[in-house]
């Protein structure tokens, strides 16, 4: 949430923070800036609201000509989408800031300041920091211990970056719940709220601890731990395999991400499945000791990956025969819970920054669990490196802020944990056969899928005029169907709703008209014949329906009812099968109404604030 790209160099800066803020702009996007450090020791700044975009045209018009700098693209939390809410902001013409996170004491801080003499130009939290440094530094002539002075007042979160213009070539920075990686370059050195906003510059990344803060120059960079001690981190080549710069021919990156679930779970499953059974350190090293004596699995999850976690809790009860509790995180990390004996938390997360489930990670090594996992797509994330055991689901850098190949990924390592807690809990051989065919057929499956693409595209249509929606579906396909919902919402700002089929005639039957499109899940398994029966209630109150079906459900398409069937699979990786079909449904319905698919408004893709 939020991006920031830092920069010092013998070389003009501007261009390389622009790209880099193009890169982030996935984060946030309602407004840019960027400020430099001119050659006479001034600071020039430009801020736009928008996309990235109009701030590459005003440098365009006005180019800036710095060495050193600092750049943000923003998603509001304090204070509304205004060029003077944009960062960087600045105190006294002297010290710049850009910031990612949230000061909660910034109103006590603001009349503080208020009170010394500093004036607010901005409605921000942010603005706050720029003038604790500025006041700070009359006290510590070093900026270094200026910012440190000021950001141990800040309560909350904050990634911050700051420049003085009367300390050239020199960037101080703090973490403290909001990530920053550090880029290091041959005569120039950098910083970002996430390394993708590097790439094109270096491929040498240290990343900050919480309560680090690092003195960075052209020529070199310390890194101090919470205490105020120096301290080495790491550093990390990058292997710079995927570089998310191009959506290829694909109009939207959703579009392209999307087309490449196949190869995504591919690459999930690759090396995992030995002999029939998952490799020892698919979770990592020594994880099948944290396993074995596994009795309960306790799920904290936001959004797209909460329906992951939703569907896991169908497997593991009935296939690895362990109990699961799935949370929203939000809701996890603010009440008392009862941790049972023997209990693995699992967080499920694609960029492995999200907030919420990182406080509740956190939280729970203060309750008893017998360990930690993560599933998630960002092997450097904090989520990997504060966990006891993490799976990988190698989906590639995902860059639509509504979560595709992220989310198949998820489940097909939620699925690799039932295995791996069936091996030990006498899952019959057959059982375990049964799953590792069904996973190594899923690429295929997802393939066939995408072919149903045209056939969706042309009933997209059908929806544009529509303001609510229903999606319905039983078992392990009512969080499939909460998902198709999400997706619909988010990028065709089309109102949404999804029901377990059996509750339907417990209130939402009352909404059935023939105004709101009904779409169904229906693979063929067990549940069908219920699900047929709750279709006729729908049927008999004039709604209109889109089933989604195997084709041998023997569904009846008519008037009311259209029928889209996809190909049969097995019933185990049906919900990862019938997610592909609504993922489409909803980008071509977003096209339809002309919305912005990769970038939907008041959205951003990892939120790293609460
Ligand atoms: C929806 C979507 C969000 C994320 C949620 C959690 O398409 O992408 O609901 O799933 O913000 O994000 P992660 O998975 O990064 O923790």
Request: aromatic share 6%; glycine share 10%; proline share 3%.
């Amino acid at each position: 949430m939020c991006g920031i790209v830092g920069a010092t160099s013998e070389r003009r800066i501007s261009e390389i923070l622009l790209e880099g803020l193009k890169r982030l702009e996935y984060r946030g996007y309602d407004s840019a800036g960027l400020a430099v450090l001119s050659e006479n020791g001034q600071i020039e700044s430009l801020r736009r609201t928008g996309k990235v975009q109009e701030l590459k045209d005003a440098v365009g018009e006005h180019p800036l000509g710095g060495t050193t700098g600092i750049a943000h693209t923003r998603w509001a939390t304090h204070g509304g989408v205004t060029e003077a809410n944009a960062h960087p902001h600045i105190s006294n013409d002297c010290i710049a800031v850009v910031h990612n996170g949230i000061i909660e004491n910034h109103s006590k801080l603001r009349e503080k300041l208020r009170e010394l003499g500093y004036e607010f130009r901005s409605d921000t939290d942010t603005e706050v920091i720029c003038h604790l440094v500025h006041h700070e530094k009359q006290q510590h002539a070093d900026l270094f211990d200026a910012v440190q002075a000021a950001v141990k007042q800040l309560d909350g979160a904050y990634g911050t970056v700051v420049m003085d213009c009367q300390d050239p070539g020199r960037l101080v920075v703090a973490r403290s719940g909001s990530p920053l990686v550090i880029g290091l370059g041959i005569g120039e050195n950098f910083v970002a709220s996430d390394q993708l906003a590097l790439l094109p510059v270096t491929r040498k990344f240290m990343y900050l601890e919480e309560g680090d803060m690092a003195d960075i120059t052209r020529t070199g960079v310390k890194v101090y731990d919470k205490s105020g001690s120096r301290i080495e981190r790491a550093i990390h080549e990058s292997d710079g395999q995927y570089d998310a710069g191009g959506k290829g021919n694909y109009r939207h990156f959703m579009l392209k991400e999307i087309h490449e679930q196949p190869s995504a779970v591919r690459n999930a499953l690759e090396g995992r499945l030995v002999d029939g059974k998952v490799s020892g350190n698919a979770f990592g090293e020594g994880s099948m000791d944290v396993l074995k004596d596994i009795e309960h699995v306790q799920i904290v999850a936001c959004g797209t990956s909460y329906h992951a976690g939703m569907v896991a809790r169908y497997w593991l009860e009935a296939l690895a025969g362990v109990s699961c509790n799935v949370e929203i995180a939000s809701e996890f990390r603010y009440r008392q819970s009862h941790v049972h004996p023997n209990s693995l938390l699992v967080t499920i997360s694609q960029s492995g920054e999200t907030a919420d489930t990182l406080a509740a990670l956190r939280l729970s090594k203060e309750l008893g669990y017998k360990g930690s996992l993560t599933i998630c797509n960002v092997s450097t994330s904090s989520m990997v490196r504060e966990s006891d055991l993490a799976y990988m689901t190698r989906a590639g850098t995902e860059i639509g802020v509504a979560s595709t190949k992220a989310f198949t990924t998820q489940l097909v390592g939620l699925m690799m944990l039932v295995l791996a807690l069936g091996q030990s809990r006498g899952l019959s051989g057959d059982k375990q056969q049964h799953i590792v065919g069904a996973l190594k057929a899923l690429p295929a499956k997802l393939e066939e899928a995408l072919l149903l693409s045209d056939e969706i595209e042309a009933l997209a249509p059908e929806f544009a005029d529509k303001f609510h929606s229903l999606f319905l579906g039983r078992g392990s396909q009512y969080p499939i169907a909460m998902e198709g919902a999400l997706k619909l919402k988010e990028i065709s700002y089309i109102h949404a709703e999804a029901y377990a089929a059996g509750e339907l005639k417990h209130g939402p039957l009352a909404l059935i008209d023939a105004e709101m499109p009904v779409i169904v899940v229906a693979p063929n398994d067990e549940l069908l014949e219920k699900l047929k029966s709750n279709v006729e209630e729908v049927r008999a109150r004039g709604g209109i329906m889109y089933v989604f079906a195997d084709k041998d459900a023997h569904f009846q398409g008519d008037a009311s009812m259209r029928v889209i069937n996809v190909s049969h699979c097995d019933e185990l990786i049906a919900p990862i099968v019938y997610t592909i079909p609504l993922q489409l449904l909803s980008y071509f319905v977003a096209i339809i109404k002309g919305t912005d698919v990769d970038q939907p408004r008041n959205l951003a893709k990892s939120v790293t604030v609460e």
